[in-house]
C-alpha cells in the first residue's frame, strides 16, 4: 500500500516507483482543477476572449469535417477578425460562409441592431440563432432590417445547435435560399 503524496490515505499500487508521487482520486481531482484553473488564467493573460472563442470553434468545426485542408484558408480569413464573432457557432458559420466563397460582413450595423453576418453580393442577412442574443426570432426586428435594407433582402436564421452539429448543413439551407430567388424571379 503506497501513501497518497497530498493527504496520506492509502493508494493501492502492486508497483511501486519510488521517482514518482501518487495521489488519491480526490487528491487528484484536485491537482487536475488547479492545473485547467491555471491554464484559463495563462489564456487569458496571453489570448482575447475572442482569440480563445476562435480557437475553440476551429477545433469543434474541423472535428465535424472529413477535409480539414479545405478549411485552411477560410480559417486564416476569418481568423484576421477573431474578435468580431460573438459566439462559437458564430466562428464555425464564419469559417464555412468564407470556405463557401461568400464576402461576409460579420457583426454589420443596420439601423440600431447588429446582424451576425451581412453577404451585400448576395443580399442575404445570416443570423445565428441560440444563446444569449437571438433565443427567439423577431419579426419586427427582421421587418425594420429590411425596410433598412431593401425588402429584396433575405434574412436566414440559422439554429446554433445545427452548427454544433454538422456546419455542412449551412449550405444546404443557403442552397435552399438560392432555389427559392430563382423560383420567385
Known sequence: ?????????????KVY??????????CKND???????LEHELLDEILSKGEQRFIKAKDKLLKQVKNPEAYTNAIRVAETR???????????VAIELIRLGY????????????????IPNEKLIVEVDGGLYHND??????????????????????????????IRRLNKVLNEVKKKRSLQQ
Not at 1 to 13: D, E, S, T
Not at 17 to 26: L, S, T, V
Not at 31 to 37: A, F, G, R
Open 1 to 13: 500500500h503506497i501513501p497518497c503524496a497530498k493527504c496520506g490515505r492509502i493508494v493501492k499500487r
Open 17 to 26: 516507483n519510488g521517482d514518482k508521487a501518487y495521489y488519491c482520486d480526490i
Open 31 to 37: 491537482l487536475v482543477k488547479k492545473e485547467k484553473t
Open 82 to 92: 477573431a474578435n468580431s464573432y460573438g459566439s462559437i457557432p458564430e466562428v464555425m
Open 103 to 118: 464576402a461576409i460582413i460579420p457583426q454589420q450595423g443596420i439601423g440600431r441592431y447588429k446582424v451576425d453576418f451581412a
Open 137 to 166: 426570432i423577431n419579426p419586427d426586428r427582421d421587418n425594420y432590417i429590411k425596410l433598412c435594407l431593401g425588402l429584396d433582402w433575405e434574412i436566414v436564421h440559422i439554429p446554433a445547435e445545427w452548427v454544433s452539429k454538422d
